[in-house]
């Protein structure tokens, strides 16, 4: 992939609607998050933002979408100065920001969602809820998704409740500019080409197309134009053509990562069995056996619904165990619960951050102490405010944490602290295994890096890693064995030697190693 930086069109070239940065900087204690940010996107085009994570990128968003107030500029849409005090008045004049964290609830319909405070209704103010079905059916058939618009949100799988955040801002007929943050990240490859196909229809329409992605790949099929940042800073704008992939991830990071997973420390000895899987099945997966050795890492590879996530949910005990045995160094183990698995040594980190991963009204130090409230406690209860901080330190530290203050609302830190503060947590309770959902999901490519020698070195103090992956050179940069799973059952096993994407795919769609058939 190479890109060109690009000039700045003349006047007389800049036709459409234009949507301009100026100066804007935002400040909070102790953290610049956006510094001086001047520069301009335009109608008709696709301008992606790419930066490491904590580089400002969905701080600008919140601006522009009235969630946060600059401290010092403007933004213009049109040459007109705007001000939002809130997001409503963002989504009236036609801005609609799609988060990386969903915007839904769950316990309304999709057609409810999408049509949430302009229902139609009758001159009597009667909401027509049949005509709220047709109209978003219409929208759903557009998307080509298999889902009924008076479905509840919160029977859809992850992926289409993001699907149903970006229906709801498609459906607005004022759409001025459309922002998304890291869309894709619980999407599949359908589903993908199914976004992209309605950004090619906003931007027949001549919609000002933000997209924030760490995707090089997505980058490059679906985004005219590049905005990189750095540190809460603007650097340059550049597009499709003379600048490679590798110079665009200097840009961003400040230095040359090169190959990341031929440089990590691997771990050459991998020891006995640790954890072995018999059997297990659930309510949401059929019977699968598999065994974990000492310091290995094994990844788990698999379409969108595989039952990749499920099966790790029966081993610790967050779905009932229907079927199936569970070893641990030898000695048969029963999870009736999550806090059952990590007292046993086994913990997960799970895909969706938000909904099950932080705390998002405690801050970091809550966030990293909330599994240590046992050891952390003296024989009354009561928490050793001692203890507490040195556990979050130790975790800050190790993890190299980016946040002022181990008091800061977790919340407000980037995605990818987030995640670092989440490991951390777990870390502090000397687990044996670690699983992690989609860890790097939503995180850029630098913070990818550290995680992934993180990873590495879990590996390497003897823990079993069981790693989660949609993204195929990462399960297999990652991994000693990858073990592949079709519709609920494990169909095949490959080596790290042996691994390539088209095996692996081949397997998750056909079932068994059926590449030639």
């Given at each position: ?7 700045p ?24 998050a ?17 930066g490491?994570?904590?580089?400002g ?12 107030q600059?401290?010092?500029?403007q ?6 100065e ?7 008045e ?9 988060y ?6 769950m ?28 109209m ?8 080509g998704?298999p889902?009924s ?32 943050d890291e ?7 359908s ?17 000002i197309i933000?997209?924030v ?10 985004t005219?134009?590049t905005?990189v ?9 550049v597009a ?32 006995d069995?640790?954890l ?8 949401y997966v ?5 065994q ?6 094994l ?14 949910r ?14 641990l ?6 999870n009736?619960?999550p ?5 046993n ?6 895909e ?21 409230l ?6 009354f ?13 130790q ?58 020698s ?17 993204e ?8 000693d064995r ?10 095949g ?21 059926n590449?030639?058939?």
């Amino acid at each position: 992939m190479e890109f060109s930086k690009s000039e700045p069109a003349k006047e007389d070239e800049q036709l459409g609607s234009t949507l301009e940065f100026k100066n804007i900087s935002k400040y909070f204690p102790g953290v610049v998050a956006l510094d001086d940010i001047c520069f301009q996107a335009h109608s008709g085009e696709v301008l992606a933002f790419l930066g490491e994570n904590g580089a400002g990128k969905s701080t600008l968003l919140k601006v522009l979408n009235g969630d946060y107030q600059p401290d010092k500029g403007q933004y213009l849409l049109d040459g007109v100065e705007k001000h939002f005090r809130t997001p409503h008045e963002a989504i009236e004049e036609g801005i609609s920001v799609i988060y990386q964290e969903r915007q839904i609830l769950m316990e309304l319909s999709v057609a409810e969602n999408i049509y949430l405070g302009r229902m139609p209704a009758n001159k009597m103010g009667v909401i027509n809820i049949r005509q709220a079905n047709k109209m978003a059916q219409k929208i759903i058939s557009d998307f080509g998704l298999p889902i009924s618009p008076q479905t509840k949100v919160k029977d859809l799988s992850i992926a289409y409740q993001q699907m149903v955040e970006i229906m709801k801002a498609y459906s607005r007929e004022n759409l001025k500019v459309i922002c998304f943050d890291e869309p894709t990240a619980s999407l599949s490859d359908s589903e993908i080409q199914c976004l992209f196909d309605i950004i090619r229809k906003l931007k027949r329409e001549d919609k000002i197309i933000i997209y924030v992605s760490h995707r090089m790949d997505e980058l490059r099929e679906i985004t005219d134009k590049t905005a990189v940042f750095k540190d809460g800073r603007y650097v340059t704008t550049v597009a499709n053509g003379e600048v490679s992939e590798k110079e665009l991830i200097k840009m961003m990071v400040g230095r040359d990562l090169g190959d990341v997973y031929k440089n990590l420390d691997r771990d050459k000895t991998i020891g006995d069995v640790l954890l072995e899987v018999k059997n297990v099945s659930s309510d949401y997966v059929k019977e699968n056996s598999f065994q974990l050795r000492r310091g290995e890492v094994l990844g788990f590879s698999g379409l969108v619904g595989a039952g990749r996530t499920e099966l790790m949910r029966a081993i610790i005990g967050a779905d009932h165990m229907r079927t199936g045995e569970v070893f641990l160094e030898g000695k048969k183990i029963l999870n009736r619960s999550p806090k059952d698995a990590m007292d046993n040594g086994i913990v997960l980190v799970p895909e969706d951050r938000k909904m099950q991963g932080i705390l998002a009204n405690l801050s970091v130090k809550g966030n990293i102490n909330i599994s240590m409230l046992d050891q952390n406690s003296n024989q009354f209860g009561i928490m050793d405010p001692g203890k507490e901080e040195k556990t979050a330190a130790q975790g800050i530290q190790e993890f190299r944490i980016k946040t002022p203050s181990p008091d800061k609302k977790i919340l407000e830190l980037s995605g990818g602290n987030q995640q670092k503060c989440i490991v951390a947590r777990w870390i502090a309770t000397n687990p044996k295994v670690l699983i992690l959902d989609e860890p790097t999901k939503g995180i850029d490519v630098g913070a990818k890096s550290e995680f992934y020698s993180m990873i590495c070195a879990f590996a390497k103090q003897g823990l079993g890693v069981i790693l989660i992956s949609s993204e195929l050179p990462e399960v297999i940069g990652l991994s000693d064995r990858i073990i592949i799973m079709k519709s609920l059952k494990i169909v095949g096993e490959v080596s790290h030697a042996e691994a390539t994407e088209d095996r692996i795919l081949s397997m998750s769609m056909i079932g068994g190693d059926n590449i030639h058939e």
